[in-house]
């Protein structure tokens, strides 16, 4: 049984850091394209970043420079580091497969408030 966990958010002042983690199991993901997406309250789950099993990364234009995405293949595992943060990154934030499963974790809520 394919599941995500996702942990490490947390209430943050705005240009503060924060480091998302991902842990997959249920299938060997090491060749699969891995994602992060987040939803705000009111909005519609938005995809937020990328990596290949290879490392390829992909990030959306509103978070680059500003978001990294890495792997551990070894853990199956998946990060996102997450610095300057601001107030429009208030979301909960999934990982998931690219394109998703219908499935998803409970996600890890990320607020940014002063």
């Known amino acids: 049984q394919v599941q995500f966990v996702e942990s490490g958010g947390s209430l943050v002042q705005p240009g503060g850091s924060l480091r998302l983690s991902c842990a997959f199991s249920?299938?060997?993901?090491?060749?699969?394209?891995t994602a992060w997406y987040r939803q705000g309250q009111g909005n519609n789950r938005e995809l937020v970043a990328t990596?290949?099993?290879?490392?390829?990364?992909g990030i959306a234009d509103s978070v680059k420079g500003r978001f990294t995405v890495s792997r551990d293949n070894a853990k199956n595992m998946m990060y996102l580091q997450m610095n300057n943060l601001q107030f429009e990154d208030t979301a909960v934030y999934f990982c998931?497969?690219?394109?998703?499963?219908?499935?998803w974790g409970q996600g890890t809520p990320v607020t940014v408030s002063s």
């Open positions: 990596i290949s099993g290879g490392g390829g990364r």
């Open positions: 998931n497969k690219n394109p998703p499963y219908t499935f």
């Open positions: 249920g299938r060997d993901f090491r060749t699969t394209t």
